[in-house]
């Protein structure tokens, strides 16, 4: 009997084993749905996952966060000696070793993953990067230290950004306005799509624990994700317009730094630079570090310096945590409370729940400065102490909105006072030193959209969304059809009459729309002298509008109207023959365009080699999702959930993007069974 009874007793626990078993699920777009019982499993598989999907990108991502990408590659060797003079990879370090043990235990196992993977899977991992591995608990972190505070914040204020603005749309719209009766959340932010800009790169991926489950996105070799929704609630991010970094053109003599009429000795280090040239030999260059009290000097000019100033120089707040305690909350008052934390260094956050709220609060690190925000957009005199700014606004001085009156809120990269209209949200209530008040095209468009929305299901929400009108367009129309009696001459009367015949959308086989854009980016044409009314804050949506000096434009117009008939044979032209997406080995013509102008429906473009241009940004996460008793959503990743060499899910999604359709997001076991391409047992 005792023996039946030790089988029997053997027998369920290796049941019980089984069932312990991590499970990662890879559905037919190649998004991961892990299912573990503990945290620890969960983020080892994360972190399996993440690198079957971008191992390459990541590892590369690493070693430049580490500021080593000189010495393993011999690349961006400038930007190595920015990332050691702003001491990121040291700060990784310390970001890392005051983490609480749950999230310690997280990095750790997330690091444990993409090891193992590294380890069992050699073969699908390019030999130059290698030199990375294996990856460290410290290495998470410093990368995203350099993705948020230098990639977002600093990068574009030293003016070694790129020529493009990281960018966002999101709408959150409640019961009164939808047929449900339930609320709906956008997630759309619009980040590059090129792998030498992989910082800002998406992974998509469901998580489950128990009976915790979470759905979204994260930023590829970062644990937790930081655009996602659970059974609960959701929320989503869109870059927001504070100054949180700042230029200060300090004077020196004799090697010290003046501030308040007396010299002050900088605090100095000396950092060895390594680079690999083209023969692999290794060199070493010392820099030396100086810090006087305005900030960290990345720059010296005779008796001149400039010291660069960023939110919590020596000990940055726990960015992870907040993502993890957002992801965690079950309803709007424990989302708050990890709002509250206030760790994120920026981003607006759009908020929605199954209770029916809807939220908006405009967030980040936002120092409490002299003077208003005018003040602060060029480099700042170094030679006071009272400009040097030391504290931050708190959650509760920043603003924010629950449940307007309108049943909506919007944000497209504008600051907060706009989140709804009529506005509930008044500039004159909060510090001048927040955020500017101005609105653009964008999200002018954005409130248009919205605010004239109503008994939506979750497909109209998304067919809205898809719009590819240009606002710019309908603000200068009836200028543009006034300006054919200013003129005789058959080629600017022929180019008047092709932009003016336009309907207004920029969709793949749209015949105007190409000449449209094609004059309306042309270099000749100043847009900080473009327009007869300003914005003014007294008629926030209808300006600016009218052209100033239109037969300067006319003139302009003649001379492209010949070019593109010359080089093209018409004037009419589908769009999407000479704007492009492609991805990978796939290409398809595109729809959606400038956000600048006045477009929702984002894309940016640079050009290519063959005379066309080619998107490079803009629309790649979208998610919708309606929050009833249990969520559903639909989701695209444009540019497709992998990178890594030799995946078939590079760019499988253009084809939707092509239809403006999306994909369902695959919530429960049942339906992943039904769309499996792989399963994989993590242990």
């Known amino acids: 009997m005792k023996i039946i009874l030790l089988i029997f007793i053997l027998f369920v626990s290796s049941l019980v084993g089984q069932d312990k078993n991590t499970e990662i699920l890879w559905d037919t777009y190649g998004v991961p749905h892990i299912y573990a019982n503990d945290e620890s499993s969960l983020y080892k598989a994360f972190g399996w996952a993440q690198m079957h999907n971008h191992a390459d990108l990541i590892l590369r991502l690493y070693g430049e966060s580490r500021g080593r990408s000189a010495e393993y590659w011999g690349t961006k060797l400038e930007q190595d000696k920015m990332l050691h003079l702003l001491n990121f990879p040291e700060l990784g370090k310390t970001e890392y070793n005051q983490l609480n043990g749950n999230l310690k235990n997280i990095v750790d196992s997330f690091v444990s993953g993409m090891n193992a993977y590294a380890q069992q899977n050699p073969d699908r991992i390019a030999e130059e990067l290698k030199v990375v591995l294996p990856v460290k608990p410290d290495d998470i972190l410093a990368h995203l230290l350099r993705t948020l ?141 100086k810090v006087s009290k305005h900030g960290v000097i990345i720059s010296e000019k005779g008796d001149n310096a400039l010291a660069l100033r960023y939110p919590y120089m020596t000990d940055p707040p726990q960015m992870v945590k907040q993502w993890y305690d957002m992801g965690q909350a079950k309803n709007f008052d424990e989302f708050e409370a990890a709002l509250k934390q206030n760790a994120l260094p920026l981003f607006n956050v759009i908020y929605v729940d199954k209770d029916k709220n809807i939220f908006y609060s405009f967030a980040g690190n936002v120092p409490q400065k002299k003077g208003d925000w005018a003040d602060w957009k060029n480099e700042v005199s170094g030679a006071e102490s009272d400009l040097i700014w030391d504290s931050y606004h708190s959650y509760s001085e920043l603003p924010k909105l629950k449940n307007p009156k309108s049943g909506w809120l919007q944000n497209a990269n504008d600051g907060p006072y706009f989140a709804t209209y009529p506005q509930e949200i008044k500039a004159s209530d909060y510090d001048e030193d927040i955020s500017e008040s101005k609105i653009r095209f964008r999200p002018q468009q954005s409130i248009q959209l919205i605010s004239e929305a109503k008994d939506l299901t979750l497909e109209k929400f998304i067919g809205l969304k898809n719009s590819t009108s240009c606002l710019f367009f309908f603000r200068i129309k009836d200028e543009l059809e006034a300006m054919k009696k200013l003129t005789t001459d058959p080629a600017t009367l022929e180019g008047l009459n092709a932009l003016t015949s336009w309907n207004g959308n920029f969709d793949a086989d749209n015949m105007q729309a190409a000449f449209f854009i094609g004059y309306f980016i042309s270099p000749f044409i100043n847009y900080s002298n473009f327009w007869e009314i300003d914005w003014s804050a007294d008629a926030p949506l209808s300006t600016p509008d009218g052209i100033k000096d239109p037969e300067k434009k006319l003139k302009i117009l003649k001379g492209f109207t010949e070019y593109f008939k010359k080089r093209y044979g018409s004037l009419e032209i589908p769009y999407g023959d000479l704007y492009r997406i492609k991805i990978g080995e796939r290409e398809i013509p595109a729809n959606g365009g400038i956000g600048s102008f006045g ?48 995946s078939k899910h590079i760019g499988d999604q253009l084809d939707l993007f092509a239809k403006k359709e999306m994909r369902d997001a695959l919530l429960t076991k049942e339906d992943v069974e039904a769309n499996l391409e792989e399963r994989e047992t993590i242990k």
């Open 149 to 289: 505070y230098y990639d977002f914040l600093i990068s574009p204020e030293i003016g070694k950004g790129k020529s493009w603005s990281p960018g966002s749309n999101a709408w959150a719209v409640g019961p009164k306005l939808t047929v449900s009766g339930n609320s709906i959340l956008l997630a759309n932010p619009h980040m590059p799509w090129l792998d030498e800009m992989a910082s800002y790169r998406f992974m998509e991926a469901q998580l489950n624990r128990g009976d915790n489950m979470q759905y979204g996105v994260a930023l590829i070799g970062v644990p937790i994700l930081g655009i996602a929704f659970n059974h609960n609630l959701g929320w989503t991010h869109t870059v927001n317009p504070l100054d949180n970094v700042d230029l200060y053109d300090i004077k020196v003599k004799d090697g010290k730094y003046i501030l308040d009429g007396t010299s002050h000795d900088f605090d100095i280090s000396e950092i060895t630079i390594k680079s690999r040239d083209k023969n692999g030999e290794i060199s070493e260059e010392k820099i030396e570090r």
């Open 599 to 646: 477009v929702f429906r984002t894309l940016d473009f640079q050009p290519g080699e063959d005379g066309k241009s080619y998107a490079y940004m803009g629309d790649g996460y979208v998610c919708a999702t309606e929050f009833g008793e249990e969520p559903t959503a639909k989701v695209l990743m444009t540019f497709g959930n992998a990178s890594q060499k030799g």
